[in-house]
């Protein structure tokens, strides 16, 4: 059960990513010599409008594959003795795959192609929170009580008071305050209220709790509110997606400061296990508790992957990105061959990186 939540999980957000690729794409002309899910050979696949549609053995990845991505295949055509690769030469003797290449189509047509892989996984985290804030509600802001002893009560704040700043940023729901918090810990907090929808600050010094291990500024939280209408369900979906975004860069923060520990970097392989656990923890609630939960994992991950992407990093959409960039500024693109390098060199450091982080998976798991 635990293996067959993974591989949907996964295999929605890689579907979901591939598929924003494939659909700009599309629209922008190019054609589409594959779109497949899952890796290695294939299990299933039919030719369908010019483009092969793949189910592959292995269940985690999949690809969006267009004409000329990596390659200029015209001027490959006009050397003799060149051979194109099986799936392109295939593609092209398909009368209707004959779309524009990736690279002779416009800077703009190819950067809403690029960036369509981590737009789609937004959409998908947004579609999931919404979900999930439809069935159980929305956390807002308001504060429900207000602990003895602690800094927030001797600041004046009182249940009831709704937060809307923290020194200048936004709090939109209640996981925003949490996670400021907690990724600024010991700071001093300007904190902007409403009270009878009169504007108020207050300075306040968390203190530090050796009961919870953390600094904490003495405020509770009321529970979740239900959704009055699909309006609210929007805007709060729109709120949790920002939340994990910023929750994704802030961790990223961490990892770069070196304040988190590399037992504390979560790889493929330990994700499948908080997975299996999720399930295994939701199972006496209910069907409906699985599926939430899942879905909860499913936002988290999705957003990852968009952020992850997004990165200036060669091999990554973001490093293709940051080529069609220059390529806009400069009003020529970057020499395609040094192009190719550089991602190949990316990949090559991410491949290594992926290793060290599957080994570390398995020597916390043994």
């Known amino acids: 059960m635990s293996l067959v939540a993974a591989i949907l999980v996964f295999g929605l957000i890689i579907l979901f990513h591939e598929f924003g690729h494939f659909l700009m794409a599309k629209r922008g002309g190019i054609g589409v010599v ?14 369908k409008g010019g483009t092969r549609y793949s189910l592959k053995a292995f269940p985690f990845g999949g690809s969006c594959m267009m004409l000329g991505e990596d390659a200029d295949l015209e001027e490959d055509e006009e050397q003799e003795g060149e051979q194109k690769a099986p799936e392109n030469r295939e593609a092209l003797e398909r009368p209707e795959c004959r ?52 800094p927030a009560e001797a600041a004046g704040i009182r249940a009831g008071d709704v937060i809307t700043h923290i020194n200048g940023k936004r709090m939109r729901n ?70 994990w975004v910023d929750t994704t860069f802030e961790s990223l923060k961490m990892i770069v400061r070196r304040q988190v520990r590399a037992d504390d970097i979560a790889g493929p392989v330990r994700i499948v296990s908080m997975l299996d656990n999720t399930v295994k923890e939701s199972r006496e609630f209910g069907l409906m508790a699985v599926l939430l939960n899942l879905t909860n994992m499913c936002v988290l991950l999705s957003v990852n992957l968009g952020v992850m992407n997004l990165l200036p990093i060669p091999a990554l959409d973001g490093g293709r990105l940051v080529f069609i960039v220059l390529e806009a500024l400069r009003g020529r693109p970057v020499d395609r061959e040094k192009e190719g390098m550089i991602h190949m060199a990316g990949m090559a450091v991410l491949m290594v990186l992926m290793v060290l982080i599957l080994f570390n998976d398995i020597r916390n798991m043994l």
């Open 34 to 47: 594959e779109f497949s899910l899952g890796m290695g050979p294939r299990l299933f696949s039919v030719v």
């Open 99 to 150: 779309g524009a290449f990736f690279n002779e189509t416009s800077v703009w047509t190819r950067f809403l192609v690029i960036a369509g892989g981590p737009l789609f996984n937004f959409i998908l985290a947004f579609l999931g929170a919404c979900f999930i804030i439809s069935a159980v509600g929305y956390e807002p802001t308001d504060v429900y009580s207000v602990t003895e002893g602690y």
């Open 174 to 243: 209640y996981g925003d305050i949490l996670n400021y918090i907690s990724f600024h810990p010991g700071e001093t907090l300007t904190i902007a209220f409403r009270r009878n929808q009169e504007k108020q600050t207050a300075v306040i010094e968390p203190k530090f709790s050796e009961e919870y291990g953390r600094y904490l500024i003495g405020i509770g939280y009321g529970g979740r509110r239900k959704s009055e209408s699909v309006f609210t369900t929007a805007k709060y979906g729109c709120y949790e997606l920002c939340y």
